[in-house]
Nanobody, 125 residues
Framework: QVQLVESGGGLVQAGGSLRLSCAAS?????????AAWFRQAPGKEREFVAT????????YYADSVKGRFTISRDNAKNTAYLQMNSLNPEDTAVYYC?????????????????WGQGTQVTVSS
């Protein structure tokens, strides 16, 4: 079992930046664990943001965040990160960290086994 706890959300003005963290505990990130970030805005479905392989050598992003967001991980700290730059109001959502066993870049929420409780990101115009 893996427990995930997100932090780093908050209120930021358009054009600003935030860095989210996802700390894992329990059965920690293994060599075959993909980490990912999803987000869910009010009244919308949960959508994929980014994912990263165990080694960090493989990353994949949603088109809406490509070039603005960067996913990374530090396996020694059992932590994944999401650096978010050039934020705009459309990025406002609850951001969730997720993990799954496997080696390919899954983008569907149903493909992930473990979830954090979410952290709110609000971008004001």
């Amino acid at each position: 079992q893996v427990q995930l706890v997100e932090s780093g959300g908050g209120l930021v003005q358009a054009g600003g930046s935030l860095r989210l963290s996802c700390a894992a505990s329990g059965r920690t990130f293994s060599r075959y664990t993909m980490a990912a970030w999803f987000r869910q805005a009010p009244g919308k479905e949960r959508e994929f943001v980014a994912t990263i392989s165990w080694s960090g050598g493989t990353t994949y992003y949603a088109d809406s965040v490509k070039g603005r967001f960067t996913i990374s991980r530090d396996n020694a700290k059992n932590t994944a990160y999401l650096q978010m730059n050039s934020l705009n109001p459309e990025d406002t959502a609850v951001y969730y960290c997720a993990a799954r066993a496997g080696t390919y870049a899954a983008t569907g929420p149903n493909e992930y086994d473990y979830w954090g409780q979410g952290t709110q990101v609000t971008v004001s115009s």
